[in-house]
């Protein structure tokens, strides 16, 4: 179950397994009110981590696109 605050931002993005299979999600968020035009950046951000940690589980996107 989901929940939606006016007031809260986040960026989310999921972790893959070897097999490509979603294993796990790192989210950043926080108040809207100290967004700025880096929020982009922060979501960005969240999925190069999302991505370098399902690369050192052995995922490889290239096989999966």
């Known amino acids: 179950r989901g929940e939606r ?3 809260v931002i986040g960026a ?3 972790v ?3 097999t490509g299979k979603v294993i796990a999600a790192i989210s950043s968020a926080g108040p809207s009110i100290r967004a700025t035009d880096d929020l982009l950046a922060v979501g ?3 999925k190069e ?5 399902s690369r ?3 995922y ?3 096989l999966y696109e």
């Open 5 to 7: 605050q006016d007031y």
């Open 12 to 14: 989310a993005a999921p």
């Open 16 to 18: 893959r397994d070897h």
């Open 44 to 46: 960005e951000t969240v």
């Open 49 to 53: 981590v999302a991505d370098e940690m």
């Open 56 to 58: 050192s589980l052995g």
């Open 60 to 62: 490889l996107a290239q």
